[in-house]
């Protein structure tokens, strides 16, 4: 069964950072830079934290709510996916911690995964083309907004390793 811990590559988990995440998308959450106020001061606005990318013939951008179930471990990361014609964001509305799951393009097929756990309160937005592992939630089902985009095209393209790697939990390590 896909996930299911298998013997293969333990993966480090690592502290989602917007630095280290920045070769694979954005990291969505609250800057205190961006923030300024609306709505006569009632509102903090953080403004433009990720830019949405879609690209095609009749792409639009839609918004959906998808829940999560958690994931036992270890758990075996046996493939990966990539939307060529749009990124796609993932904002978590229940504050539970997650994990993000991304690789380096090498060839056309996904390299070795890297691990981040993400706070309750940070998203991502990967940009187009950048392999990452589906929904990964932690503990308990978990909702998320997702902003990505719908068009009659197909925009999904799956790999899958010879040999899986393998979480055996998401503590943080450095």
């Given at each position: 069964?896909?996930?299911?811990?298998?013997?293969?590559?333990?993966?480090?988990?690592?502290?989602?950072?917007?630095?280290?995440?920045?070769?694979?998308?954005?990291?969505?959450?609250?800057?205190?830079?961006?923030?300024?106020?609306?709505?006569g001061g009632t509102t903090?606005?953080?403004?433009?934290?990720?830019?949405?990318?879609?690209?095609?013939?009749d792409a639009r951008v839609i918004i959906n709510l998808f829940r999560g179930s958690p994931r036992a471990f270890p758990y075996a990361i046996d493939m990966m996916e990539r939307h060529p014609l749009g990124s796609q964001s993932f904002s978590p509305i229940d504050d539970r911690p997650w994990l993000v799951i991304v690789a380096e393009?090498?060839?056309?097929?996904?390299?070795?995964?890297?691990?981040?756990?993400?706070?309750?309160?940070?998203?991502?937005?990967?940009r187009r083309n950048v392999w990452h592992h589906p929904l990964m939630a932690v503990g308990a089902a978990s909702d998320f907004i997702v902003v990505d985009r719908s068009t009659s095209s197909e925009n999904l393209e799956e790999h899958f390793y010879d040999r899986p790697y393998v979480i055996e939990q998401p503590a943080v390590t450095e």
């Open positions: 069964m896909p996930g299911e811990a298998a013997t293969g590559a333990a993966l480090p988990v690592r502290a989602l950072t917007k630095e280290a995440f920045a070769p694979f998308g954005t990291v969505i959450e609250a800057d205190p830079s961006t923030m300024r106020y609306i709505n903090e606005r953080y403004h433009a934290l990720a830019e949405v990318e879609v690209a095609g013939e393009d090498e060839g056309g097929r996904p390299g070795r995964p890297q691990v981040f756990l993400a706070s309750g309160r940070q998203g991502v937005n990967y």
